[in-house]
């Protein structure tokens, strides 16, 4: 499978991003759809990840309450809606598929988009 990441963008602190991972290939089908961002000195973090039926959902910490990520699976994209955003949260982000919901499990890395909160 295929992955591109999009939607990232320079926004203000407070602002909103509706980030989109589009599927080509063997699409999402059965597998679990995760976002991550990664920014300089910090490694890879995870930030949401949602089930191919989009019944189950998970979120870090550092985003749960604003955010939500869900799916279309008639258009193979998966979305991750953040709000109030803040400038920690600059980092590119990345969506990738998974056999689990273990970060571990996670492959397909996509091209990432780059969010850039200015305070």
């Known amino acids: 499978v295929q992955l591109q990441a999009s939607g990232g963008g320079l926004v203000q602190t407070g602002g909103s991003l509706r980030l989109s991972c589009a599927a080509s290939?063997?699409?999402?089908?059965?597998?679990?759809t995760g976002w991550f961002r990664e920014a300089p000195l910090k490694g890879r973090e995870f930030v949401a990840a949602?089930?191919?039926?989009?019944?189950?959902?998970a979120y870090a910490d550092s985003v749960k309450g604003r955010s939500t990520i869900s799916r279309d699976n008639a258009k193979n994209t998966v979305f991750l809606q953040i709000d109030s955003l803040k400038p920690d949260d600059t980092a590119v982000y990345y969506c990738?598929?998974?056999?689990?919901?273990?970060?571990?499990?996670?492959?397909?890395w996509g091209q990432g988009t780059q969010v850039t909160v200015s305070s």
């Open positions: 990738a598929v998974g056999s689990g919901w273990d970060p571990r499990d996670f492959g397909s």
């Open positions: 290939g063997r699409t999402f089908v059965n597998k679990i």
């Open positions: 949602i089930n191919w039926s989009g019944g189950t959902t």
